[in-house]
């Protein structure tokens, strides 16, 4: 059975830092490619961070570049979301997610597995 859990999160001031984590179990998470993806209320699921099987690629959507970077522990079948200098406009619930695909794909409906989700609220 696949699982994908997550954890970290919670709630941190404008500026701070934070880390999630995605341990996969009954699946090679570096096997294939995966993402994170949030989801604030009334709004859609937009992917935020990405890195491919193949190669290692990353990619960022631009509300996030110079200040999130994804990363991948192989040996701990883990992905990981390192957050810095957070804006309240992050606030939303965080989904890691894995897609068959080789290359980077950027839409949820690509996505086959997924972490239960975890919230990040950023508030003075």
């Known amino acids: 059975q696949v699982q994908l859990v997550q954890s970290g999160g919670g709630l941190v001031q404008p500026g701070g830092s934070l880390r999630l984590s995605c341990a996969a179990s009954?699946?090679?998470?570096?096997?294939?490619?995966n993402g994170w993806f949030r989801q604030a209320p009334g709004k859609e699921r937009e992917g935020v961070a990405f890195?491919?099987?193949?190669?290692?690629?990353?990619d960022y959507a631009d509300s996030v570049k110079g200040r999130f970077t994804i990363s991948r522990d192989n040996a701990k079948n883990t992905v990981y979301l390192q957050m810095n200098s957070l804006k309240p406009e992050d606030t939303a619930v965080y989904y890691c997610?894995?897609?068959?695909?080789?290359?980077?794909?950027?839409?949820?409906?690509?996505?086959?597995?997924w972490g239960q989700g975890t919230q990040v609220t950023v508030s003075s």
């Open positions: 997610a894995s897609s068959p695909h080789g290359t980077i794909w950027y839409s949820p409906d690509d996505y086959d597995y």
């Open positions: 890195i491919s099987s193949s190669d290692g690629t990353t």
């Open positions: 009954g699946y090679t998470l570096h096997y294939n490619t």
